[in-house]
């Protein structure tokens, strides 16, 4: 059960770094 919620959080954060980097076109472009 851990791990699965590991996983989740794991997930959660990359989802939250692509959102910010596709919010801001200069990273996103760099």
Wanted: net charge positive; hydrophobic share 55%.
């Amino acid at each position: 059960m851990t791990i699965a919620i590991n996983c989740k959080a794991i997930l959660k954060r990359i989802n939250l770094f692509e959102y910010f980097l596709l919010k801001s076109p200069p990273l996103n472009i760099a």
